[in-house]
């Protein structure tokens, strides 16, 4: 079984501030792990993936995501936020060779000028 | 390189008409295939996913079918469409197990 805890359905921060979304997961098999990103009125489109490789991964746009397997995490960063960056954000796991990924509930990202 | 179309982009019917949004993947073969339902200021919702043609799996009953006619079409249908039925319509395909490629979406509005 897996799932996905995005903690904080809105996150508000000042254009230029760190950004951090939370994700914690449950997978009892080693997970792959996504983070996606939707701007208003469009599908989702990936930012970033952990597929067992570096645990540090690197993204568009500027954002990285770190896997901590002790923690269970893979929490989103960005060092310094856009107004851009303004749109709804999603975590999601995948594992055990299922196809059926989970997705979290989602973050709203509030970048306020 | 690999696309997905979707269409109507956007769409307003009637309580109890029937509906037909069709999704195509270009550029991949033998895709997996999903239909995403996302409701006003909520999360995504797995409808239907299909791992090749003709074969569907349903993720929620409800008044909704899905069909895969080839093996890089999704049709998504509803004989009677409830006012529940309105949200924001996503197909996406994936590989085995990466990630998921979505399309533009559709949006419809049931009056």
């Known amino acids: 079984a897996q799932s996905v805890t995005q903690l904080g359905s809105h996150v508000s921060v000042s254009e230029g501030a760190l950004v951090l979304l939370r994700c914690n997961y449950s997978?009892?098999?080693?997970?792959?792990l996504f983070w996606y990103v939707q701007y208003p009125n469009q599908g989702l489109q990936l930012l970033l993936k952990?597929?067992?490789?570096?645990?540090l991964v690197k993204g568009i746009n500027g954002f990285e995501a770190e896997f901590k397997k002790s923690e269970t995490s893979f929490h989103l960063t960005k060092p310094s936020a856009h107004m851009s960056d303004a749109a709804e954000y999603f975590c999601?796991?995948?594992?055990?060779?299922?196809?059926?990924?989970?997705f979290g509930r989602g973050t709203s990202l509030i970048v306020h000028p | 390189s690999q696309t997905i179309h979707q269409w109507p982009a956007t769409l307003v019917q009637p309580v109890g008409s029937p509906l037909s949004l069709e999704c195509t993947v270009e550029?991949?073969?033998?895709?997996?295939l999903y239909w995403y339902r996302q409701a006003a200021g909520r999360g995504l919702q797995l409808l239907f996913y299909?791992?090749?043609?003709?074969?569907i799996s349903s993720e929620v009953p409800q008044n909704l079918s899905a069909s895969r006619p080839q093996d890089r079409q999704f049709i998504l249908s509803s004989k009677k469409l409830l006012l529940s039925d309105s949200g924001f319509y996503l197909c996406?395909?994936?590989?085995?197990?990466?990630?998921?490629?979505f399309g533009p979406g559709t949006r419809l509005t049931v009056l």
């Open positions: 550029g991949t073969s033998n895709p997996n």
């Open positions: 299909s791992v090749g043609i003709g074969q």
């Open positions: 996406a395909w994936s590989g085995l197990v990466d990630e998921q490629f």
């Open positions: 997978s009892s098999v080693p997970p792959y």
């Open positions: 999601a796991v995948s594992s055990g060779g299922s196809y059926i990924p989970t």
């Open positions: 952990y597929t067992s490789a570096a645990t």
